[in-house]
Nanobody
């Protein structure tokens, strides 16, 4: 099993920045890819970004491309999401996820999930 714990959420004004962290523990040697997803009230959980845990290659949703950056620190088993130029429509609960396969944009491909951290962007 892999355990994931997110942190770093909060309230920020539009145009501001936040950095989310996700600490992984347990069978971290099995992780091949990690991702960030988000879920706004009344909406489905949607893909934000993904990263290959070993090679660092990344992928982003069009809605965040150029504003968000996903990265990882393998030595610390920690995933990050640097969010800049935040917009009110970025308001959501942000979840990190891990899988034992290649990076994927589909939430159904991830077997491990954190509890989520709230990000609220005020206008």
């Amino acid at each position: 099993q892999v355990q994931l714990v997110e942190s770093g959420g909060g309230l920020v004004q539009a145009g501001g920045s936040l950095r989310l962290s996700c600490a992984a523990s347990g069978r971290t040697f099995s992780i091949r890819a990690m991702g960030w997803f988000r879920q706004a009230p009344g909406k489905q959980r949607e893909f934000v970004a993904t990263i290959n845990w070993f090679y660092g290659s990344t992928g982003y949703a069009d809605s965040v491309k150029g504003r968000f950056t996903i990265s990882r620190d393998n030595a610390k088993n920690t995933l990050y999401l640097q969010m800049t130029s935040l917009k009110p429509e970025d308001t959501a609960v942000y979840y990190c996820a891990a899988r034992e396969g290649l990076p994927s944009y589909s939430r159904d491909d991830y077997g491990y999930w954190g509890q989520g951290t709230q990000v609220t962007v005020s206008s």
